[in-house]
């Protein structure tokens, strides 16, 4: 009787030892991100240590160009981003299963041309207008066109490099040059700088088009993970709406977000810098807007529903 005892506790601590041994890994959130401010609370929670407190591992990765963003999504590179509900929709017309959820705010700007002379959107009919087509910015543009009753000359240029350089080239250039376009920071305010108009924001209007989303199998595994990141990043930004910008700006420059150029010792900003509010739902209205958009240009084909990509992370 003695010896079966003991045997059996040698097979209780052995079941002990093998199940420690199989004890789940931490999962990585690798989130990708264009050069954008709306980074910048969630650059500020890992660089000051806040999700690893919290138990939590977080990688950010930078992207130059949206197409090299979404190809390491593709890939399996990263598993979450910053991105737009139609690159999203896109993602999931194309078999990358996705769900988004928490508006990032980014800021759209329709700049003129220094040398384009109206300065009302409601003037504009017959501009010609720089898009990059199958986009959240084409998107934007007929939605302008659509509420202004106005009709644009569209000029596809898919590189937002190209796109700024087109708005800036002067008279009589033998290169392609238009009179508006629609960007996102820092080419935007470049363009102001250099003497362009800000005619029409999407901020203005409270018409955010802009998501966190993720891999919707990385939500189902890691549910708490993903609920978690959300609840440092609220901390962070409460933290943030307590700071200076000269309190935090060398996070920006040091993730190549922005320039020295654009953030001045003084913590005045060419750059637009609005508040960092608490993180919200994105808004059912302006999802169902972008897919009836999509379904009319035959960029989807699938009824998406809203209850079905929105992943309650709050």
């Known amino acids: ?103 990032t705010e980014e800021v759209f700007r329709l700049i003129s041309s220094p040398y384009y002379e109206k300065t009302e959107v409601s003037q504009t009919n017959g501009a010609s207008v720089a898009i990059s087509e199958m986009s959240v910015v084409e998107y934007l543009i007929e939605r302008i066109e659509k509420s202004k009753s106005i009709d644009y000359n569209i000029v596809p240029i898919p590189a937002v490099p190209l796109r700024y350089a087109a708005l800036t080239r002067e008279p ?8 508006l376009a629609i960007m996102a920071e820092p080419y935007s305010t470049m363009a102001v700088y250099g003497g362009g108009k ?72 060419l750059v637009p810098m609005y508040p960092y509010n608490k993180l919200y739902k994105p808004s059912e209205e302006v999802f169902n807007s972008v897919k009836t958009w999509m379904k009319e240009k035959n960029y989807i084909k699938e009824e998406y529903k809203y209850q079905d990509l929105y992943y309650d992370a709050l």
């Not at 090299?68 to 299963?97: F, T, W």
């Not at 009589?172 to 009179?179: A, I, L, M």
């Not at 939500?219 to 309190?247: C, G, R, S, Y």
Request: aromatic share 8%.
């Open 1 to 103: 009787m003695k010896k079966t005892v003991i045997f059996l506790m040698m097979i209780i601590v052995l079941i002990s030892i093998v199940g420690c041994g199989k004890k789940q890994k931490t999962p990585t959130i690798k989130i990708g991100f264009m050069p954008s401010l709306v980074a910048v609370p969630y650059v500020y929670a890992l660089e000051e240590g806040m999700y690893e407190e919290a138990g939590i591992k977080v990688e950010y990765v930078p992207f130059q160009k949206a197409s090299d963003r979404d190809a390491a999504l593709q890939a399996g590179e990263i598993n979450a981003v910053s991105s737009d509900l139609v690159m999203i929709l896109l993602n999931n017309e194309n078999n990358i299963d996705m769900q988004f959820t928490v508006i």
């Open 172 to 179: 009589g250039s033998s290169e392609t040059r238009v009179d």
């Open 198 to 269: 800000e005619i029409w924001t999407n901020h203005e209007e409270n018409h955010f088009v802009t998501v966190l989303g993720f891999k919707k199998d990385f939500i189902k595994k890691n549910p708490k993970v993903v609920k978690k990141f959300h609840e440092v990043t609220n901390d962070a930004i409460e933290i943030l709406q307590t700071k200076q910008l000269k309190d935090y700006k060398h996070y920006i420059i040091e993730k190549g977000i922005l320039t020295e150029e654009y953030l001045d010792e003084d913590g005045d900003k």
